[in-house]
């Protein structure tokens, strides 16, 4: 019913994957797969929830960033994946810069509500430390976003034990989310799903809120995923 639809908040889920060489293989392979099945897994959500329409942004990022297929924002039925490809840097500060340009009110150029709104969830997955580094101006220029301090963040650390990544993903979380690590990759594409769905589903039960209002519920969140995962045998789904 048109009245349902305009009652609900939109929720969008950010989604930054690195895409450099070293993700070439199946590491690539399982965040295709994921992010193909997610589609499928949000509309069934939305079409069960009456609070929220999702929406979705996938952020590639090598030598360049982008918003996949140009689109800086998709609602979930019309989200049309197609598959990314390895190759080039990790230019993790260019993703870092579409990104803000994202977490601003419609009026001003980004895809945030300008009245109320549900804060979004974040997602950044790598395998190796970034090609520039630190980053501590464009992780200064995302911070004074308030959408970004509110998002519920995730960072997911794909086959590394790398000090200076895990710092790098600590500082995107910035205490309000998560890192994950995948030290296999078969097992990624179990690992994203879990975090979005999980997430997805307990902040989709959250009406309309103000850019600071969710902590509370994303600490909520953090618990449900590290339950999920936990819960998980063998990773056979």
């Known amino acids: 019913m048109i009245a349902d639809r305009i009652a609900k908040q939109q929720l969008n889920v950010i989604i930054l994957v690195d895409t450099s060489k070293s993700m070439q293989g199946e590491r690539i392979s399982q965040v295709n797969k994921a992010l193909r099945d997610i589609r499928k897994h949000l509309v069934d959500m939305q079409n069960e929830n009456a609070n929220v329409n999702f ?68 997602l950044l997955m790598t395998d190796g430390h970034p090609t ?35 710092n790098v993903l600590d500082e995107f979380v910035s205490g309000n989310g998560d890192v994950i690590d995948c030290y296999d990759a078969s097992l990624l594409k179990n690992i994203i799903q879990i975090i979005v769905l999980t997430a997805s589903k307990v902040k989709s039960s959250t009406t ?16 449900q995923v590290k339950a999920a995962i936990a819960e998980v045998e063998d990773w056979e789904w």
């Open 55 to 122: 929406a979705i942004t996938v952020i590639p990022f090598s030598n360049d960033a982008c918003f996949l297929n140009g689109d800086r924002s998709t609602e979930i039925e019309q989200f049309n994946f197609k598959d990314l490809k390895g190759g080039g840097w990790s230019n993790l500060h260019l993703a870092y810069g579409k990104l803000s340009e994202l977490l601003i009110k419609e009026s001003k150029g980004g895809i945030m509500p300008d009245f109320g709104g549900i804060a979004p969830i974040i």
């Open 132 to 166: 520039k580094y630190p980053l501590s101006k464009e992780m200064a220029e995302l911070k004074k976003l308030p959408w970004f301090n509110a998002a519920l963040k995730y960072g997911i650390a794909i086959m590394l034990n790398d000090e200076r990544t895990h």
């Open 208 to 223: 309309a809120m103000g850019a600071y209002a969710p902590i509370a519920k994303n600490v909520q969140v953090v618990q």
